[in-house]
């Protein structure tokens, strides 16, 4: 396509998106859900072709010299799978907030006033490597009454188009229009430009991927966005805490995966337990090939242990470091003197996505939650479930670090707005 069809296409997928908004939007919910179910059960109908698409995918990518931590991201397993269809059935199975009116109060002089949750509209989503994004997406408009307008990334082409073809065969047998859910055939660069500049047509753009993107997104775009920028996630092993577990914690948040942005970036260990944690976990990382970038104090203790230092690549933290989002087997980590040390360390460095703290003392428990500025806050528990369906809203659009409108996983009730609605009884102001 050249420039000039380009804006024709995606004028032509805007004014698509904003007719079938409104068909969406008065959908009721049994409809809504029988779409969903009907999704789920063609991704499981349909596993071995979805497969031999995000196939097709992965031999380009790798081809073309992609790295390890993307081609993570791009693969599309049976269990992938299985996750978002079963993420359709759970949004199915809750309650439709769409119309549900809140706070409704009698006012003096008569009137009662409230709000009424409504759909957002269209929403454009903007997204890099996971294909499975394609149906966390479109379930999330189907349940919240939205259209949607996907762009996945290049390397994804093939399996997205196999997933968005499903998800318009499950709108049309709900009787939805199919054009709810459409997804940019093209990967030309231009179609992005043209989607965040249509305020006409759309209502709010999604960014997920690289900072790069979400940058040149926040930058360039003509309608709001709810971002976020990386995760460069904490875990802070306090004094006291139980130190079978906050290995066991700090093992899963870090080397369950590497490559998703609740994954732990940065490891601090109070001094008071310093010496006897930081061995235990350092043995399981070397054992895993997870690089250690430490600080003065933690490479002091880890080098006492030649059985640990002979196998593990510890190597000086720089200042750069805390900063970092790795997506990769590398760890930061610094001993702090405390709790407030930590909490001050996560809210200068991190990125306000998800930070844990592993402690016995529920003071200490209460002060980290209240203290650290992110949008998942957890006591006790692996960053890795900062996550939609883990949160139990089904699906997520994505992880929001904005504080305006939407914070933190954003599900059904992130892609939707309020109204005031007032009921009167032929009451006048005076």
Known sequence: MNALNIAEYMQTLGLQAKTASAQVARAPAAIKNRALLNLAGLLRQNLGSLQAANQRDLERAAAAGLAGPLLDRLKLGAKDLETVALGCEQLAAMPDVIGEIIGMKEQPSGIRVGQMRVPIGVFGMIYESRPNVTIEAASLAIKSGNACILRGGSEAIESNKALAALVRQALEQAGLPPDAVQLVGTTDREAVGQLIAMPQYVDVIIPRGGKGLIERISRDAKVPVIKHLDGNCHVYVDDPCDIAMAVKIADNAKTQKYSPCNATEG????????????????????????????????????????????????????????????????????????????????????????????????????????????????????????????????????????????????????????????????????
């Not at 000086?316 to 970092?324: T, V």
């Not at 939609?388 to 670090?401: D, K, V, W």
Request: hydrophobic content about 45%; proline content about 3%; overall charge negative.
């Open 267 to 430: 490891l601090l260990v109070a001094r008071g337990v310093a010496e006897a944690f930081l061995p235990k976990i350092a043995a399981i990382y070397a054992a895993k090939g997870v690089e250690m970038r430490c600080d003065e104090a933690s490479a002091h203790i880890l080098h006492a242990y030649p059985a640990i230092e002979s196998i593990a690549n510890i190597v000086p933290a720089s200042e750069q470091d805390w900063y970092e989002e790795y997506l990769a087997p590398v760890i930061s980590i610094k001993v702090v003197s405390g709790v407030e040390e930590a909490i001050a360390h996560i809210n200068r460095y991190s990125s306000h996505h998800t930070d844990a703290i592993l402690t016995r003392d529920h003071m200490h428990a209460q002060q980290f939650l209240r203290e650290v500025d992110s949008a998942s806050v957890m006591v006790n528990a692996s960053t890795r479930f900062a996550d939609g369906f883990e949160f139990g809203l089904g699906a997520e659009i994505g992880i929001s670090t904005d504080k305006f409108h939407a914070r933190g996983p954003v599900g059904i009730e992130g892609l939707t707005s309020l109204k005031y609605v007032v009921l009167g009884q032929g009451e006048v102001r005076t």
